[in-house]
């Protein structure tokens, strides 16, 4: 709409901060960013034109952050904050973000005892790096998976007639998990629980 003023006369306009479903975001003056406030006051020095200018509202999306083993209390960090300005937090946790907001999340390397593995995305294996970047162009749960260390076993050789120094060779694996291979009797090996060792002797 148009209103006509004597030269030099203040106006002040006011906009609502909703129309349409969408959102107030500037004045603009003969088609310039004027102000990004509702009310604006301008002084007819000039034929004015003054648009209100509207945006539909961002979507916003939900990150959920989870953990498995353990299933809770896993301390997280988040950048950027979320729409609330809350970042970090202790599984499980929930963050919002405007649609395209890009996300980092660092999760520890132990929790409860248990060892970083991967992180889920959706249920999904996406990454093995604590440190992992995600797109909030949906709804997404992204989940810390620890497991627990693996178990470790010993395996002592020993000989009899005679009871030392009699060097046996091992065929696979090569070495155990100190690096330490071929012996002469008695000596210690170490290995992860489940390993298979094949041992010759002369």
């Known amino acids: 709409f148009d209103r006509v003023y004597d030269d030099g006369t203040p106006v002040t306009l006011t906009a609502p901060v909703a129309a349409g479903g969408n959102n107030f975001v500037r004045w603009l003056r003969d088609g310039v960013p004027y102000s990004g406030n509702t009310t604006v006051n301008i002084t007819m020095d000039s034929d004015i034109t003054m648009t209100a200018v509207y945006e539909p509202p961002p979507i916003v999306r939900t990150l959920h952050v989870r953990s498995s083993n353990p ?10 904050g979320d729409n609330n300005g809350t970042g970090n937090g202790r599984t499980p946790f929930d963050r919002l973000y ?3 907001t890009t996300v980092t999340l660092t999760a520890p390397l132990t929790a409860g005892g248990n060892n970083f593995v991967h ?3 959706d249920g999904t294996p996406l990454s093995g790096n604590p440190t992992i970047n995600v797109l909030m162009n949906a709804d997404i749960t ?22 030392n120094g009699v060097a046996i060779t ?9 690096g330490d291979g071929n012996g002469a009797t008695t000596f210690t090996r170490v290995y992860t629980n ?6 010759r002797a002369p």
Request: glycine residues 8%.
């Open 98 to 100: 405007n649609d395209g």
């Open 71 to 80: 299933d809770a209390g896993v301390g997280i960090t988040v950048t950027p």
């Open 142 to 163: 992204m989940t810390a998976v620890y497991e627990p260390p693996p178990a470790i076993v010993r395996l002592t050789v020993m000989s009899s007639n005679p009871n």
């Open 194 to 199: 489940g390993t298979v060792v094949t041992l």
């Open 119 to 121: 992180w889920l995305r």
């Open 170 to 178: 091992f065929i696979s694996p090569l070495t155990d998990t100190n």
